[in-house]
């Protein structure tokens, strides 16, 4: 989905725009400048939100869903517990 890595923990530091506190692993909410990463394959900078690498063509990683958020195939659902009686 884009380059942030899958394990990456929010990091909260002054956006370099508009000085807000923001998660430098997505666009700032407040002026919406978009943090750039290095390629792991060329070291070249790209958007955190590009999908591919501008200079060599790295797709990069999708982010895994968030806990508890749909199902991935292959792994069934935990049954649903019944609800109690009232």
Known sequence: MCFRPPSAAKVEEPC???G???DMMK???HCGYVPE????????????TDTKCASC??????MPPP???GSRPGVPRPPAR???KV
């Not at 990463?37 to 955190?48: L, Q, Y």
Request: hydrophobic share 15%.
């Open 37 to 48: 990463v290095e390629c792991p394959r060329c070291k070249a900078k790209n958007k955190i």
């Open 16 to 18: 370099p725009e508009c």
């Open 82 to 84: 019944p609800k109690p």
């Open 27 to 29: 666009p700032c909410p």
């Open 57 to 62: 063509g790295y797709t990069a990683p999708k």
């Open 67 to 69: 806990p508890g958020g």
């Open 20 to 22: 807000k506190k923001m």
